[in-house]
């Protein structure tokens, strides 16, 4: 089991659905750039909620300047590309987080999409509800498609109303499953474990 989470945005909630997934299928967890927050990554955020026996692999890219990658990247003088990497020895079982959404340049020419592409690996599209999720959410699964991704799981982030998730869910196909993560008021190592064990049949 190996999979990529990605987002419809930034800041709709890909950390905190790794540590769930994480923990649901007892996996363990590798970002391949973090761009900005050193002293409070997300490899440090996941082994706080999914608990501090999970295997965290080190990033590829530790990156200072909280901004794009491509754009971190050349203020440190490096050049990023997808042929740097490869999976993890230890990645039977294997959550990956991207940064930011697909569209998010690594370099001037490669975007996160890429990655995917090359890693070979299936997708989750974490949705976070907010105004312009709809098309956000529609141009993700366009461009997975267009690319022969396998979305493997819609990632419904939060409550939405009824109309926006009807749409989006609409647009998928029956081959990708729906997982609903509710809101979580506190983020911790028991609240994470705690939907993790209310997640079913993945």
């Known amino acids: 089991m ?3 989470i990605t987002g419809i945005g930034t800041e709709v909630g ?18 391949p750039i973090q761009s900005g927050d050193l002293d409070h990554t997300d490899s440090m955020k996941i082994k706080a909620w999914a608990g501090e026996y999970v295997i965290i692999n080190p990033e590829k890219y530790l990156l200072k300047l909280a901004a794009s990658p491509h754009q971190s990247a050349a203020k440190e003088g490096i050049s990023i590309h997808t042929n740097d990497f490869v999976l993890p020895e230890n990645s039977e079982r294997l959550i990956i987080e991207g940064a930011g959404g697909l569209m998010v340049p690594i370099s001037d020419h490669e975007f996160m999409i890429d990655l995917i592409v090359k890693l070979d690996l299936p997708a989750a599209l974490v949705v976070k509800n907010y105004l312009g999720c ?12 267009q690319r022969k991704i396998k979305l493997q799981y819609l990632i419904l982030n939060g409550s939405f109303p009824e109309a926006t998730e009807r749409v989006i869910c609409n647009f998928i196909g029956a081959e990708t499953k729906i997982i609903k993560i509710p809101h979580i008021k506190k983020i911790s190592e028991q609240s994470i474990e705690s939907i993790s064990k209310k997640i079913e049949n993945l």
Not at 14 to 31: P, Q
């Open 134 to 145: 709809i098309n956000h959410s529609l141009l993700s699964i366009m461009a997975i498609n």
């Open 14 to 31: 890909k950390t905190i659905c790794a540590a769930i997934l994480t923990k649901y299928f007892n996996a363990t967890y590798w970002k």
């Open 2 to 4: 190996k999979l990529f």
